[in-house]
Structure formats: structure tokens, C-alpha cells
């Protein structure tokens, strides 16, 4: 199997470029094993009841878009990946050939970035000097990192935060998450549902495509996970475990394979053994994406016919998209 087989087309009208002002108005398609139906995310309480768990990835999205000057005048993005030390990072830098060891790029008085050593796969390791301190600066002078097929201008950069977001680290959102108020996880509860997070840092692989004509041949990015003991034995109590979003899904899963932190190279497809999430909630992804091979181990081939009804009744996709709840396939997908 190659990407070529999760390709789909997506015309560019059907990518939203903008969130909706009611961030619980994002329609849902439906499919729990019975067909598919629609609805909107403020009906989620409906689904839920009694001895449901509701997990969702609290990490806090950097303003990790840096644009900086050369002593030379030249303009250099650096985009943040992931922070190892305080002032240490991994970073995308472009255009990154041009860049050499040891230049020092500026985004203002109050912030220097020292390019260092490749690390391969286009990113480099990355030092800020922020007299104010690292995060202040990020605040002042970072930008939101919005994907690259968004091409307006975010007026309200909160609107790409969860309301649950707690700790900065992340270089892009949990994207299934944006459609979540706590007033919808209020009713949630009310509904019988009880509510845990976890973390897991969103990193590279959320901006890379697959690269590779055999999906054997393509490695997964390794990113940072924490799932407290609370949640994880919460999910082993539960009725049922509905996952907010994919990267939720690969916290879970890895939790359950290697312990509940550290870092995670989990490539999920098919076939694949799901051992605590039982529901996902997840928005449309893009085109030959790792994330649809999730899904397609998730629920199996009928990915492809829920994208096509998606589609045709005019769905909104990708980052700022509507989103669907599906279930887990019972035995054509599952080890």
C-alpha cells in the first residue's frame, strides 16, 4: 500500500478557511455501525451516556511561525517543532540551504535565533535568545504556525487553541478539538460522559506528506506523549473511549503498548489492534496523510464513501472543517 491509495479529490472550495463563529455549530457526520446520518457538534451529548469517557489532547499551540533578517537583510522563516532545553529547539528553516551553521537571524530587539546543526529531513537545531524569556518573546514576535493550505488571515489566533489548552508546546492544534466549548463538555457530562486529557505534542509529521511510493518505508516523526495514570485507568473502567481527534487516538494507543509517557513512533494502520478507543472524533484530513491511514484502520475502507458523502452535501474540511464520530470496525480492519 502507497499514499496514491488515500487519495481523494478535494476541491479547493470544500477547505474552510476560516473557523465558525459558534465553534460547536462544525456539522458531524454520524456513523456508529448503523449508516451515516447528520448532525452538528452541539448535538454530541446525544451520543454519549453512562460509562463513557471522553479523552482529549490538552496541549497549547506555540506562535511558532518566526520571520527573521540576516545581518544581511535576507528574510528567513523558522518554523518551531518541538523544544528540548529552555532556548533550545527543532525547527523548520527556510530556505535552509541558504542558512549556514551559526548565523544569527533577528526578529527584533527582543529576539535573536542562532541556526545550528541539520538534523535531517529539512530541520535544524535552533537557540532563541529572548531577554524577556522564550515564551514572552514567542508572544510578541511568533506567529501562529496555521497550516500551509490556509491562506487568510487568522483574526482570532484563540480560535486555533482548544478552550482546554494548557501547557505551549505545539506546532500545530489538535485540530478536532477547535469544535469543543465547556459548555458543550458540561452537557457531556450531564449526559453521563466523564471527561480525562492527556498530552501529546503535535509535531513534524502534521506539515510532511508521505514521501514514499510503500507505506513499509515511511517512519513516523517521534513525538513527546504524557497520559496521566487518572486517564489511562479511567479508559480501562470505561463503557466506551471516544477519542477527540487522531492525535488523542495515537496517545492512547501508544500508552497502551510502551507506558503512559514518553515518546511515540506509532505508525497506526492497517491492520492494527485498537486496545482502548472505541469511538474517534475527528475532522476531513488531507489527501495521501497519515491520518487517513489511521482511519482507514479505524473503520476500515468506508472512509472513502463517508468522504464522498461529505463532499457531496457540501462538508467542511481539513484544520477549520466540520468533523464526524465514527466507530471502531468490528473484525475487517482489526487484528
Not at 474552510?16 to 446520518?37: E, F, K, M, N, S
Not at 471522553?54 to 496541549?59: C, D, G
Not at 524577556?132 to 487553541?161: I, K, S
Request: net charge negative.
Amino acid at each position: 500500500m502507497g499514499p496514491d491509495d488515500y487519495a481523494y479529490p478535494l476541491p479547493e472550495a470544500a477547505i474552510a478557511q476560516q473557523p465558525l463563529a459558534d465553534r460547536t455549530a462544525a456539522r458531524l457526520l454520524v456513523d456508529l455501525g448503523h449508516g451515516p446520518t447528520h448532525h452538528q457538534v452541539c448535538d454530541l451529548p446525544q451520543f454519549l451516556g453512562p460509562g463513557d469517557l471522553l479523552v482529549v489532547n490538552n496541549t497549547r499551540v506555540v506562535p511558532a511561525r518566526l520571520k527573521l533578517k540576516k545581518d544581511s537583510g535576507g528574510a528567513v522563516e523558522v518554523l518551531l517543532l518541538e523544544q528540548h532545553q529552555e532556548t533550545q529547539w527543532e525547527a523548520l528553516v527556510k530556505p535552509s540551504r541558504r542558512v549556514a551553521p551559526g548565523t544569527v537571524l533577528h526578529a527584533g530587539p527582543g529576539l535573536t535565533v542562532t541556526v545550528g546543526e541539520d538534523l535531517g529531513q529539512g530541520r535544524r537545531q535552533v537557540t532563541l535568545d529572548a531577554s524577556q524569556g522564550v515564551m514572552a518573546a514567542l508572544n510578541e514576535y511568533g506567529e501562529m504556525p496555521l497550516p500551509p493550505y490556509l491562506n487568510t488571515v487568522l483574526e482570532e489566533p484563540d480560535r486555533y487553541q482548544t478552550v482546554y489548552a494548557d501547557r505551549p508546546a505545539s506546532a500545530a492544534a489538535p485540530t478536532a478539538g477547535l469544535h469543543l466549548t465547556k459548555e458543550l463538555l458540561r452537557k457531556c457530562q450531564e449526559a453521563g460522559a466523564q471527561i480525562e486529557e492527556l498530552e501529546l505534542v503535535v509535531g513534524l509529521d502534521t506539515f510532511r506528506p508521505v514521501m514514499v511510493d510503500n507505506l513499509d518505508d515511511h517512519h513516523m516523526h517521534s513525538e513527546a506523549f504524557a497520559v496521566p495514570e487518572k486517564t489511562l485507568d479511567a479508559c480501562h473502567q470505561a463503557r466506551r473511549v471516544i477519542a477527540v481527534g487522531t492525535t488523542t487516538v495515537r496517545a492512547l494507543e501508544s500508552a497502551a503498548r510502551q507506558g503512559n509517557t514518553g515518546r511515540t513512533e506509532l505508525f497506526i494502520r492497517h491492520p492494527f489492534d485498537f486496545q482502548i478507543v472505541d469511538l474517534m472524533l475527528t475532522n476531513y484530513h488531507l489527501p495521501r496523510s497519515t491520518l487517513l491511514v489511521m482511519l482507514e484502520a479505524f473503520i476500515g475502507p468506508k472512509w472513502r464513501s463517508l468522504y464522498e458523502i461529505a463532499l457531496e452535501q457540501n462538508y467542511r474540511f481539513l484544520s477549520f472543517g466540520d468533523a464526524m464520530l465514527v466507530a471502531k470496525s468490528q473484525g475487517e480492519n482489526t487484528q
